[in-house]
């Protein structure tokens, strides 16, 4: 089970903050895959990659990076802060 | 809030005292000759802003500015380290964030600041929304800010 979050308008198009889910994903590519695939408010926000961020366990990381033994996953547009 | 080997760490939704902060940073050292604050505005540039939501990732941020504190304090001679960064509903005009460092000499003080600001605006997770004539907008992140982190 891995805890995936959402924020800002990636949180607005899912329609929800935070879920939890049973993945066998190994990556957060092929946790973006089975997203997508659910329905069509979760292609439409990861319809574009390059406009998105991740984190995994509050770290950001990258598409490729490998999620064995994650706990949390966050998925989020380009910081602004400051 | 953390506090560890002089960095400190504040994310929090109510204003904060600037003239208190800038005050208490750094007190009693007299071996920094150096002290720099920053503070971030938010600003209305249309001239039709009703106010800025800011969103952040609890646990994540405080994370991600100690590390770049952290960093700063590897890269330059500096003692204190501050930095405050507010989330929710904010009004044009007031103090979204504040960031101070504090060195013996004034070239690392400054440039340490600027690092710190160049890293927080887009490797913190803070997102801006407006509120302008009824309508709400996500601030873009800039090509510029991302481009600003090169120079380092």
């Known amino acids: 089970m891995i805890d995936v979050l959402y924020f800002a308008w990636v949180r607005e198009r899912i329609g929800l903050p935070k879920e939890r889910l ?11 895959d089975e997203l997508r695939a659910r329905e069509e408010r979760y292609a439409m926000a990861f319809s574009d990659l390059s406009a998105l961020r991740v984190a995994v366990d509050q770290e950001l ?11 949390e996953v966050a998925f989020f547009p380009p910081m602004t802060g400051g | 809030m953390s506090e560890e080997a002089g960095i400190r760490i504040v ?14 940073f750094a007190a009693g050292r007299n071996d920094m000759g150096a002290v720099v604050t920053f503070t971030g505005v938010v600003r209305d540039v249309s001239g039709g802003l009703d106010g800025m939501e800011i969103e952040h990732y609890p646990g994540m941020t405080e994370k991600a500015l100690a590390k770049i504190a952290a960093e700063a304090q590897a890269r330059w001679s500096l003692g204190e380290v501050l930095v405050i960064h507010r989330h929710g509903k904010l009004a044009p005009g007031e103090r979204i964030m504040m960031v101070a460092t504090a060195s013996p000499h004034r070239k690392d003080a400054f440039e340490a600041a600027e690092y710190l600001m160049d890293y927080l ?5 803070f997102w801006k929304k407006e509120s302008a004539g009824g309508a709400q907008s996500w601030v873009a992140a800039k090509d510029e800010d991302e481009a600003a982190l090169r120079r380092w």
Do not use: C, I, N, Y
């Open chain 1, 22 to 32: 049973d993945t066998g994903a190994e990556t957060v590519a092929a946790l973006v």
């Open chain 1, 61 to 71: 990381t990258d598409f490729d990076a490998p999620l064995a033994g994650a706990r």
């Open chain 2, 11 to 24: 994310v929090q939704e109510a204003p904060f005292d600037f003239g208190a902060e800038a005050d208490a």
């Open chain 2, 121 to 125: 605006k887009s490797r913190a997770p």
